[in-house]
């Protein structure tokens, strides 16, 4: 890896993988050429971006903290408030470059996404992609057949959280690393499609390959309740009280627009298709 980058994710990490996050390299052209023009990025091909993922211990380690100690009122979207104000830390960790941060569900005013994150995830060397062509004489006739992200520790115990740009930084010879090919079996393929795509709601897709870690049963009720309960969930009942100081200044800098819900955000995002949905 280059020295520049090399350094460049060390800050990054030192911000971010204390709190349960991971991140990973790659430059813009690698995603671009994947995609049609419509999703392209547009920033020169070079340009270096770090694709970022919150593993299992993204709930203890920075959720929970947050949403102790910021008392944000109201809380739209703790998860997705929680991030941003991590990815945030990260801007102010680069404070003399162009730092531009796309959450995985942004989109533009037409709906199409900023970013498809699995494409990201899986340029970046982060996660396999497993799309339907990537199953020879696939058994599902007409059926949709959506793709999912699979991480070669964590199984699918994990969700992409977005993409850190830096706008001037071109590392035109940056070497690309290929995502890890961990369930390279036809009929396990298969498998893992038809888990993700019709029993999503049993979590056993996510056990495609032995993980390391697993959501704790705490976490996955937590995104398993209506978001309206989580907070009650976890004992952290909302009041009518002003927000502190503290909390204004944090809801200016995480404030984001509500996302579409769906049941599997942050994974439907095709390499070579737009996306249908983005999962916790």
């Known amino acids: 890896m280059e020295p520049q980058v ?5 800050k990054i990490e030192d911000t971010l993988c204390p709190f349960g996050f991971e991140v990973y390299p790659f430059q813009v052209a690698w995603y671009n050429a994947l995609l049609p023009p419509a999703f392209h990025l547009p920033l020169p091909g070079p340009t270096l971006a770090f694709l970022v993922l919150s593993t299992p211990a993204m709930f203890d380690r920075a959720l929970k903290p947050f949403l102790q100690s910021c008392h944000l009122q109201p809380l739209t979207d703790p998860v997705d408030q929680c991030v941003a104000y991590h990815l945030g830390r990260v801007r102010e960790s680069l404070p003399e470059m162009q730092v531009e941060i796309i959450a995985d569900y942004e989109v533009h005013p037409n709906r199409r996404p900023k970013i498809l994150a699995q494409t990201a995830a899986h340029v970046a060397g982060a996660a396999y992609y497993y799309q339907r062509q990537d199953v020879e004489s696939d058994p ?13 520790r964590f199984g699918g115990w994990f969700a992409i959280r977005g993409a850190v740009l830096l706008r001037g930084i071109e590392v035109p010879d940056l070497p690309p690393t290929k995502p890890l ?5 036809r009929a396990d393929r298969i498998t893992l499609l038809e888990r993700f ?8 897709y996510r056990d495609a390959v032995p993980p390391q870690e697993r959501y ?3 976490q996955k009720a937590f995104f ?9 969930l976890l004992g952290l009942a909302q009041t009518s009280e002003e927000p502190s100081s503290t ?3 944090l809801h200016f800098t995480t404030f984001i627009p509500k996302k579409p819900q769906s049941p599997s955000r942050g994974w439907l995002s095709p390499r070579v298709s ?7």
Request: aromatic share 8%; net charge negative; hydrophobic share 30%.
């Open 197 to 204: 795509n019709f029993h999503w709601r049993d979590w056993t």
């Open 274 to 280: 737009p996306p249908a949905s983005s999962g916790p």
């Open 6 to 10: 090399a350094e460049l994710k060390q």
């Open 140 to 152: 599902w006739g007409t059926q949709h057949i959506s793709g999912v992200c699979i991480h070669p």
């Open 247 to 249: 909390s204004q200044e």
């Open 216 to 218: 704790s049963e705490e």
């Open 181 to 185: 090919d961990c369930v390279p079996a």
């Open 224 to 232: 398993s309740t209506p978001p309206a309960q989580r907070l009650a």
